[in-house]
């Protein structure tokens, strides 16, 4: 509740300053940039032209930029330090009353886009509405990147099994040694691989075919 407040209390703010600022930043367009310069010479603002395009463009932009929300740090940022030059150099020795040409007007200006510089301009506008669009395209990648809950396996140790017979009774059976086990008769017994001509056996050609298939081939047993 608290963030919708605030994001309606900075799209009112924004587009109150930013209409502000368009509207001196039009009105000295209107007059020309060499009246505007020539007033910023009379209040001793150094490099008049240059000073008088550079509050023009930033005026007439800046606040264009305000009301759509777009680019809001970088436009209260440039506006700001307008503000800071045209107190200091014009309005400052005036004091504060804007009838008596004070910096009370560029003061408030000034604070407000100092606020805009720090907390940004709310989701109300294109800045907000694109970092939303960003941040659930972040979130979702993250999203298929995370395995699946449910299917990480957990590895099992194997079962002790002195522990499962502790007794020699419950014992497992020992299995017979190799010269105990029983021969099979002469013609139960696997004959050796016959070679083909070229030294090839079937197993040697059954690898070539699983070559050429581009299929895995079955490991060699050892000693052959």
Same mark, same amino acid.
């Given at each position: %509740?608290?963030? /919708? ?10 587009? /109150? ?11 000295? +367009?209107?007059?020309? =940039?060499?009246? #505007?310069?020539? %007033? ?9 032209? !240059? ?14 930029? =305000? ?6 740090? @970088?436009?209260?940022?440039?506006? =700001?330090?307008? %503000? ?18 004070? +910096?009370? !007007? ?16 709310? &989701? ?20 298929? &990147?995370?395995? /699946?809950?449910?299917?990480? #396996?957990?590895?099992?140790?194997? @079962? ?23 021969? *099979?008769?002469?013609?139960?017994? @696997?004959? *050796?691989?016959?070679?083909? @001509? ?6 040697? %050609? ?9 299929? *895995? ?8």
């Amino acid at each position: %509740m608290k963030r /919708v407040v605030f994001d309606i209390a900075a799209l009112i703010a924004r587009v /109150v300053i930013g209409v502000i600022f368009l509207a001196h930043g039009w009105q000295k +367009w209107q007059a020309g =940039l060499g009246a #505007t310069a020539a %007033m910023f010479g009379q209040s001793g603002v150094p490099q008049p032209q !240059l000073a008088a395009a550079f509050t023009t463009v930033a005026e007439t932009v800046g606040g264009i930029l =305000l009301i759509l929300g777009l680019l809001v740090r @970088p436009a209260a940022l440039v506006l =700001l330090i307008g %503000m800071i030059g045209a107190a200091v150099f014009v309005h400052a020795p005036n004091g504060i009353f804007v009838q008596q040409g004070g +910096w009370e !007007l560029v003061g408030a200006l000034g604070a407000a886009s100092l606020l805009f510089l720090a907390l940004g301009g709310g &989701r109300f506008g294109v800045d907000g509405i694109l970092s939303g669009v960003f941040r659930r395209r972040a979130e979702r990648r993250a999203a298929e &990147r995370e395995p /699946v809950a449910g299917t990480t #396996t957990v590895d099992r140790p194997a @079962p002790d099994t002195k522990a499962a017979y502790p007794d020699e009774r419950h014992a497992v059976p020992r299995q017979p040694a190799e010269h105990e086990r029983p021969q *099979p008769a002469e013609h139960e017994r @696997p004959h *050796p691989a016959e070679h083909r @001509p070229g030294g090839l056996s079937e197993e040697d %050609m059954r690898d070539v075919d699983a070559v050429v298939n581009d299929q *895995p081939t079955r490991p060699k047993p050892p000693n052959r």
